[in-house]
């Protein structure tokens, strides 16, 4: 599986950005995909996820500003993030797991960097 992320920039506080990543190769009928992200000296952490059946999680700092969406015909997945933060600065990967008979696959896409200027 490939994940090409895309969507990442420089923003204004209050201000919106939208990422997006498109998977390429097997994707599971039963995964997640979703969004992580990493700021600088800090640990990755989980944005946002989506299963294959609709189900999302989200991380309490964006419940309410970030929407998660996919569409499983075109194997992508969204991120619509409003009222942005600073705190919201970082690195952000797309990421699939497959789950299967044999366990999970994680797979991640190469970060787009995010800049919420105060």
């Known amino acids: 599986v490939q994940l090409q992320a895309s969507g990442g920039g420089l923003v204004q506080a209050g201000g919106s950005l939208r990422l997006s990543c498109i998977a390429s190769?097997?994707?599971?009928?039963?995964?997640?995909m979703g969004w992580y992200r990493q700021a600088p000296g800090k640990q990755r952490e989980l944005v946002a996820s989506i299963s294959s059946g609709g189900s999302t999680n989200y991380a309490d700092s964006v419940k309410g500003r970030f929407t998660i969406s996919r569409d499983n015909a075109k194997n992508t997945v969204d991120l619509q993030m409003n009222s942005l933060k600073p705190e919201d600065t970082a690195v952000y990967y797309c990421?699939?797991?497959?789950?299967?008979?044999?366990?999970?696959?994680?797979?991640w896409g190469q970060g787009t960097q995010v800049t919420v200027s105060s």
């Open positions: 190769g097997r994707i599971f009928s039963i995964n997640f």
């Open positions: 990421h699939v797991r497959n789950i299967g008979g044999f366990g999970r696959l994680d797979y």
